[in-house]
Structure formats: structure tokens, C-alpha cells
């Protein structure tokens, strides 16, 4: 729940070049070496006040191992002779495959004495599917952060969607909340926004397949009617088996949807070959229904400010915030829900190497445990440790980051710019951008905090808040089929045949209804043998009854 600016730009920073920063490897007794996907994986200098902060509050010698090639980079540390001491890791998948290989300490539980952060919720009723899966024989494999509640959602441009209801006679409050009145909304914006048919300029929908995939519109379209339709995180179990939108029905329904968008021209016509970075016409205001964070508001206002900061057009009420449509009728449970990230967040834990060293222990333990936070939704309260406010923000390291109260929100604000803050010194973040990996190994998009680059709170900020409160706020299902191991190989074919069969049946305007029942039922039964999605429902039924999920 905060705007992401600089973390964007850093993220697409290290996705564009793939960089990778290490520190020198520690030697001392109370050195520590930490392992982590970062942000902007690039190297500190000696000065680092960040760094120094954990030595002074916690006697470690902490260096990061920041990569954006995580995968490899595990491979490296793991088969070198300084191996990592903390480690944190960004899926269950990866984790596991170490922890298979017994380079992590196998139980938790003799140290949870030194964490009361982490013990006081670790048998609460939010975290216990989190645990089950972290246990095993009366051992605790891991520690965890709490699963990051949805971000993204879907944004309707409220301006029209009032035009559109006053045209039709609808009442103020009319909102899409089944996929034929999402249509009917669409059909709306091809007409009353394209002056000229001949030359269409603005869509309902939009995506960025990059040739390879459905983009968002895999993401949020078959939940109008069942679950995600991308392996393995699709995949469910439901009474005594396991599920997947090929076997559910729901798959059927959303190619149907697809392909009515596709033909009417609803949507962008480079929806499936453009980049995310290409999705101009959203930001320029040529876009009706998008999937995005809060943040669609701020990059939006940002396309109408001149270089001088001056607004050209107010754009902070164009984007509001909707539940998703469901399709009438339907018996299918997962309907309408967001798609929860997993059933916990980062996975942290610590080298057999590491635990050698009781003291050294010890202080990890009390490390970990500050950096640890939570949001207690029957109190509607955040608890963030000290150390999280100070690693992950800099408040209590760096002069001028401070937290501000927001009137009529248990929020916090943070301003992350010298500039706006009137301050004669950067902030040591802005010049050593690879600072602000101290904060990703444990951090949170449900910590309370909003972040900004303006002296104060204002409307774009605020706007930005009450979208991801009300996404973070919507009922969701974890996507369980992340804990899913399959083999890469099968799973990828699996994964870009779908994708094939998608664009295909989307896109080729020849097929009555007879031939997409047709070629439907055909790939179906293509699906489930040649492209071994029984073994795969087989394997996940299996997977999940060892998790203790099934």
C-alpha cells in the first residue's frame, strides 16, 4: 500500500540489465553473509549507515548477497566454501530444493525463545495453513513473512463509467458486477469514445503479452468464473480431488469471453505482442478497464505534468476500484476471488553452517525477529519491528525519513526524496541506490506505510492509499499451486501450448460455435494426455496431502 516509484524504476533496472551485487565474503566470527533477490542488486560503499546500524543494535557484521538471478545465485554460495548464513528466499519451490539438500537448518524451534515477534503469531488461526506446510515430524523448517495481501486489481475509469450510467439510466451506485455487464460497458466505450469507427483509438481492455502469454488478462479474466488458468498456480484441491480450469469448466467461459473481446474490437489491437512498457494508451487516457496496483493513478497524473511540475489535467478521480464480475449462477467456489500470492510471503532461514555458532545465533535470531511485521486485521493494526521501520525505510538511520500521520487512516506517510523535503544532503539511499536491499528480504506491501516523493500527503497519494486498502481488503483464495513442484520441462510445454490454443482461439474469426466445441474438446483431451495434465493432477494430489493441504 504505497506508491512505487523509485522501486519500480529500480526493478526495472535490474530486470533490463541483470545485475548482480555481492559484497567481499565475510571472515570474522559474528560476519554474516545474507542471500537475497534484492531490488537494484548492486553494492554498498564503506560508508553504508545501514549497515553499520545492524552493528551497532545487534553486534553483526551483516554483508548482502543481492541478486536479480537468484537461482544462480544460490548455486554459486551453496557450492562455494563461505556458504550463506542467512538466506532468504523468494518462492517455496527453491526453498525446498535446499532445504532437500540439507544445507539448512531442519528445525526452528529451539530458537523461537529468542523470538517473540514471530512466536506471538506463529499459532494464530491466519498463519496455520502457513505453518503446516513448514512442519513436519514436530520440526519448523522456516520462518516466514505473512503473504502479501493483492495489490493489483481491477481499475475502471470512474469519468466514463458516470457517463455510461447516466446514458443508460442506471443508478449512481451500478457497478460491473457480472462479465456481460463488463461487456456492456465496453460496447459502450467503442462507440461513445471512438468518433471516427473507421480509426479506433480507445479500448475497454488492454494487455501486454510480450508473444507469449495472455499478460494480465491471464490474470484477472478466469476469475470472473473460476480460478487462474496458468499452471502450476491454478491448480486446487476441492473435496477429494484436485482441480484446474481445464477440468472445472471455468477455462471454457473465459476463452469464450476472450474471443468476444478480441472480435468486437474492444480491445488494443497490440494486446498481445506489445511490452508492459508499451501500455502508453492506459497512462494517456485512451484505456477503460485495466488490472494495476494504486499506483495507475500516479503514473497516470504523471502523463499530464509538465517538466515544470505543473498539472495539466487533473486526472486523480479518472481510476476507481471494483470487485471483480462474476459469472451468474456459477457453483464454482473460487469465482470471483482475488488471487492470494501463496500462503506466506519471503522464507527465511539459516545455514547448518550459521547455527554452529550459539551466540552468533542468537543475534540472527533477534535480527530476524526485529524485522519482522504483520497487519492484525480484527484490530486493524500494524506491528512492525525496529528494525523493520530502520532497514526497510531508514526511519531512525538517515536525518529527515520519518513517518507522517494521514488524517482518517491507520496509515503512515513517508517522503523518499531530498529534493521535495527540502533537504541539502541525499539521503544516502539516493546516491547508493543498492541500500534499499537492506528492506527486501523481509519487506511488505502491508506494512502501514505509503511511500511518496512529495513534501506531504495529497490527493494523487491519498487516491493511491484507498486503491490498494480496498484491493487489500477483497476477498481472496491463496494460490496453493505455487507449493506445486512439477517438472520444468512438462510444465513449460504445458504452459506455452495453452497460451497457444488461447491466442488461437481468440483471434481466428472462422470458427462457429460447432468448431471451438470442436477444437475445444480436442485440446482438452490434447491437455490431459500428450501434454500429461492427468499426471500433473496426480502429482498435485499427492503434493498437497504431504503439505497436509488435501
Given at each position: 500500500?504505497?506508491?512505487?516509484?523509485?522501486?519500480?524504476?529500480?526493478?526495472?533496472?535490474?530486470?533490463?540489465?541483470?545485475?548482480?551485487?555481492?559484497?567481499?565474503?565475510?571472515?570474522?566470527?559474528?560476519?554474516?553473509?545474507?542471500?537475497?533477490?534484492?531490488?537494484?542488486?548492486?553494492?554498498?560503499?564503506?560508508?553504508?549507515?545501514?549497515?553499520?546500524?545492524?552493528?551497532?543494535?545487534?553486534?553483526?557484521?551483516?554483508?548482502?548477497?543481492?541478486?536479480?538471478?537468484?537461482?544462480?545465485?544460490?548455486?554459486?554460495?551453496?557450492?562455494?566454501?563461505?556458504?550463506?548464513?542467512?538466506?532468504?528466499?523468494?518462492?517455496?519451490?527453491?526453498?525446498?530444493?535446499?532445504?532437500?539438500?540439507?544445507?539448512?537448518?531442519?528445525?526452528?524451534?529451539?530458537?523461537?525463545?529468542?523470538?517473540?515477534?514471530?512466536?506471538?503469531?506463529?499459532?494464530?488461526?491466519?498463519?496455520?495453513?502457513?505453518?503446516?506446510?513448514?512442519?513436519?515430524?514436530?520440526?519448523?523448517?522456516?520462518?516466514?513473512?505473512?503473504?502479501?495481501?493483492?495489490?493489483?486489481?481491477?481499475?475502471?475509469?470512474?469519468?466514463?463509467?458516470?457517463?455510461?450510467?447516466?446514458?443508460?439510466?442506471?443508478?449512481?451506485?451500478?457497478?460491473?458486477?457480472?462479465?456481460?455487464?463488463?461487456?456492456?460497458?465496453?460496447?459502450?466505450?467503442?462507440?461513445?469514445?471512438?468518433?471516427?469507427?473507421?480509426?479506433?483509438?480507445?479500448?475497454?481492455?488492454?494487455?501486454?503479452?510480450?508473444?507469449?502469454?495472455?499478460?494480465?488478462?491471464?490474470?484477472?479474466?478466469?476469475?470472473?468464473?473460476?480460478?487462474?488458468?496458468?499452471?502450476?498456480?491454478?491448480?486446487y484441491p476441492e473435496g477429494d480431488e484436485v482441480k484446474f480450469s481445464t477440468t472445472d469448466g471455468s477455462y471454457k467461459q473465459m476463452l469464450e469471453f476472450l474471443r468476444t473481446v478480441v472480435q468486437e474490437q474492444l480491445i488494443e489491437p497490440t494486446w498481445y505482442s506489445q511490452q508492459f512498457a508499451d501500455k502508453h494508451r492506459t497512462y494517456q487516457g485512451k484505456i477503460a478497464i485495466e488490472w494495476l496496483p494504486g499506483s495507475v493513478t500516479d503514473y497516470t497524473q504523471a502523463e499530464f505534468t509538465d517538466a515544470d511540475g505543473n498539472v495539466t489535467q487533473d486526472t486523480t478521480d479518472w481510476w476507481e476500484t471494483y470487485d471483480l464480475p462474476v459469472q451468474p449462477g456459477t457453483a464454482n467456489t473460487r469465482a470471483g476471488n482475488m488471487p492470494g500470492p501463496g500462503l506466506a510471503g519471503k522464507i527465511i532461514t539459516v545455514s547448518k553452517k550459521a547455527a554452529l555458532n550459539a551466540d552468533k545465533m542468537r543475534k540472527i535470531c533477534a535480527l530476524i525477529d526485529a524485522c519482522y511485521s504483520r497487519y492484525d486485521a480484527e484490530t486493524d493494526t500494524y506491528a512492525r519491528g525496529s528494525a523493520y521501520d530502520a532497514l526497510r525505510w531508514g526511519v531512525g538511520i538517515e536525518d529527515g525519513l520519518a513517518y507522517a500521520d494521514i488524517a482518517g487512516a491507520n496509515l503512515k506517510y513517508i517522503n523518499t526524496s531530498s529534493v521535495s523535503a527540502g533537504r541539502g544532503e541525499r539521503y544516502y539511499r539516493e546516491k547508493q541506490t543498492g541500500a534499499w536491499d537492506w528492506g527486501a528480504w523481509f519487506s511488505s506491501t502491508n506494512d502501514g506505510i505509503i511511500q511518496g516523493n512529495k513534501s506531504e500527503v495529497d490527493a494523487i497519494v491519498l487516491k493511491v492509499a484507498q486503491h490498494n486498502v480496498k484491493t487489500a481488503n477483497m476477498a481472496a483464495k491463496p494460490e496453493i499451486g505455487a507449493y506445486l513442484q512439477f517438472p520444468a520441462a512438462d510444465l513449460n510445454e504445458m504452459v506455452n501450448e495453452m497460451v497457444a490454443f488461447e491466442y488461437g482461439y481468440a483471434t481466428q474469426s472462422g470458427w462457429d460455435s460447432s468448431e471451438r466445441e470442436t477444437r475445444y474438446n480436442a485440446f482438452i483431451q490434447r491437455w490431459r494426455t500428450s501434454l500429461k495434465g492427468n499426471d500433473f493432477l496426480a502429482s498435485a494430489a499427492e503434493q498437497f496431502r504431504s503439505l497436509g493441504l488435501f
Open positions: 500500500m504505497k506508491l512505487k516509484r523509485l522501486t519500480v524504476a529500480l526493478t526495472a533496472f535490474l530486470v533490463a540489465f541483470g545485475t548482480v551485487g555481492c559484497t567481499t565474503p565475510p571472515k570474522g566470527e559474528n560476519d554474516v553473509l545474507l542471500l537475497l533477490q534484492g531490488w537494484t542488486n548492486t553494492p554498498t560503499d564503506s560508508q553504508d549507515p545501514y549497515k553499520k546500524y545492524i552493528s551497532d543494535s545487534f553486534g553483526l557484521n551483516v554483508s548482502l548477497n543481492a541478486s536479480s538471478d537468484f537461482d544462480n545465485a544460490c548455486v554459486v554460495a551453496f557450492q562455494s566454501s563461505n556458504r550463506p548464513d542467512i538466506v532468504s528466499f523468494p518462492d517455496y519451490t527453491t526453498f525446498q530444493k535446499y532445504f532437500k539438500q540439507s544445507v539448512l537448518i531442519d528445525d526452528w524451534t529451539p530458537y523461537l525463545q529468542y523470538m517473540p515477534n514471530f512466536s506471538s503469531v506463529i499459532d494464530s488461526a491466519q498463519q496455520a495453513s502457513a505453518k503446516q506446510i513448514f512442519s513436519a515430524g514436530g520440526k519448523l523448517s522456516a520462518l516466514w513473512t505473512p503473504a502479501e495481501p493483492p495489490v493489483w486489481s481491477l481499475k475502471i475509469r470512474e469519468d466514463w463509467l458516470t457517463q455510461f450510467r447516466a446514458e443508460k439510466s442506471y443508478a449512481a451506485a451500478w457497478a460491473p458486477t457480472t462479465p456481460d455487464m463488463l461487456l456492456e460497458f465496453a460496447r459502450w466505450i467503442k462507440t461513445a469514445k471512438n468518433p471516427n469507427q473507421a480509426a479506433l483509438d480507445v479500448f475497454a481492455f488492454t494487455s501486454a503479452g510480450g508473444s507469449n502469454s495472455l499478460g494480465v488478462l491471464g490474470t484477472w479474466l478466469p476469475l470472473m468464473y473460476g480460478a487462474v488458468s496458468v499452471a502450476p498456480f491454478g491448480f
